[in-house]
């Protein structure tokens, strides 16, 4: 076979890539419909693949993914098949639809989504027809993970809403378990421009008598959180008084946490993350992995917590990407997230000066995201991703220079100029260091210009 010629890994990335192609041709993720009816109608087509397994369905403003992905590694380590659906990727799609542990490969995206193409057209058919408009991005993905999962098939699915919950096409599961982080403001042009509005769209996943597991919430989400589970006849698990984070203390590669669970105090556990709220993070996974076995009154065995906290994973959260000089990413994109880095920072690494590159998007508090970040962050690289939604360079910069000075905001049109420019800082002292921050497409995008230009193997 000559050089050229295509291989069947070849030919199977194609058609992976051919699915998010075909996603792309609908209405996006950044323009979603309050609507849960064309999602049902597909999925009943295909049989309701989501009823046959358990979900533990997760929402709530910051650490959804993060949540999520140590709920199913926790999971995995008690020998379950896990299916997981995380939003957005950051590289490919295949990273949102993950099956034991590894993103779908590409020869099983591309035959489930040649079986429920015909589905969803018919769908599409059915609501053109009524006037209403076919199937979007996350509606199409949904039924697509749904059928992917039942194909695999799992045990247990981990479902990370996209925006909101009430409305949110992955609503149309019922999951045992809810879950809840924590809820600050964010989307509010769709979810509503309060706490107690915001908290109220998310507590939508709250099924009859599921069990509910929250991370502590402030007042407003608190009660209205508490009048769901009320109507529900649900029972509710919160943190701070039904379990807590002990103690966490900065370790080689990560932390030892100790946490109050349900049914069971676990210490001295590492978590290959950094920053306190991982490790919050982790409390609530717990929490929600009692709940889902025994019903929050069995405690875990230690040491399958131990190995399911030990292979937990979350990629684009303080994930190193570059060494020599230190290249890490973090895709906080509100003023909480961004918070929660620039703590994680000061008290989890030992860097002099950071210089941090950031894209924001146009529906975030920008101003927000850079006040949160100034106190860490010595001099600002400013730029964009590719999304349509990126605020244009030179407005961000002007918003950037107006909180930290002309003097330390530098413009870049180009991600990778302003990499390489930050870089280049960098390497004049020996405790310095990059992030990139600010949007998930910027972080995605940097992950794979890290990748291609191995900046790990340098």
């Not at 360079?393 to 003097?407: F, P, Q």
Request: charged share 20%.
């Amino acid at each position: 076979m000559s050089k050229s010629s295509p291989t069947a890994g070849d030919a199977a990335r194609e058609a992976g890539d051919a699915v998010y192609t075909a996603l792309l041709a609908r209405v996006g993720e950044g323009s979603p419909r309050p609507r849960l009816e064309p999602t049902r109608r597909a999925l009943e087509l295909l049989g309701d693949p989501q009823t046959v397994y358990p979900i533990i369905h997760i929402t709530g403003t910051n650490g959804k993914t993060s949540t999520s992905r140590i709920a199913e590694s926790l999971l995995r380590a008690y020998g379950l098949r896990t299916g997981l659906l995380i939003s957005p990727h950051l590289v490919r799609l295949n990273e949102r639809i993950v099956i034991d542990g590894e993103s779908i490969e590409d020869e099983a995206l591309a035959a489930n989504w040649d079986d429920i193409a015909p589905y969803l057209r018919m769908v599409d058919d059915e609501l053109t027809a009524a006037g209403d408009e076919p199937l979007t991005f996350f509606e199409a993905l949904t039924v697509l993970a749904f059928a992917c999962f039942a194909d695999a098939p799992v045990d247990v699915a981990v479902i990370e809403v996209g925006m909101g919950g009430e409305w949110d096409s992955t609503n149309v599961a019922d999951g045992q378990v809810a879950v809840i982080t924590p809820i600050a403001l964010d989307h509010t042009r769709r979810l509503g421009d309060t706490i107690a509005e915001i908290a109220r769209t998310k507590s939508g996943i709250i099924k009859p008598a599921a069990s509910v597991v929250t991370a502590k919430q402030g007042e407003q989400a608190q009660a209205e959180l508490e009048r769901a589970v009320e109507l529900t006849e649900s029972t509710l698990a919160s943190e701070g008084e039904d379990f807590a984070l002990l103690a966490s203390q900065v370790a080689v590669g990560g932390q030892l946490i100790s946490v109050r669970g349900l049914a069971g105090t676990y210490s001295d556990l590492f978590l290959p993350l950094y920053g306190t709220h991982q490790a919050q993070n982790a409390a609530v996974a717990i929490a929600a992995v009692e709940s889902f076995i025994g019903a929050g009154s069995q405690e875990l065995a230690y040491d399958l917590v131990e190995e399911g906290l030990a292979s937990a994973t979350s990629p684009g959260r303080l994930q190193l990407v570059g060494t020599d000089p230190t290249v890490l990413v973090d895709a906080a994109h509100n003023p909480h997230g961004a918070a929660a880095l620039a703590a994680a920072l000061d008290a989890y690494f030992d860097f002099d000066e950071i210089v941090a590159v950031v894209g924001i998007l146009a529906d975030k508090d920008a101003a927000g995201i850079i006040a949160a970040l100034e106190p860490v962050v010595a001099r600002f690289h400013v730029t964009a991703s590719h999304s349509e939604r990126a605020i244009p360079v030179d407005d961000l910069a002007d918003l950037v220079a107006r909180t930290v000075g002309d003097d330390t905001t530098i413009r870049f049109d180009d991600l990778a100029q302003a990499l390489e420019s930050a870089r280049d800082w960098a390497e004049e002292s020996p405790r310095r260091a990059v992030i990139v921050t600010g949007s998930i497409t910027l972080v995605g995008e940097a992950i794979a210009l890290a990748d291609a230009r191995e900046w790990l193997k340098k």
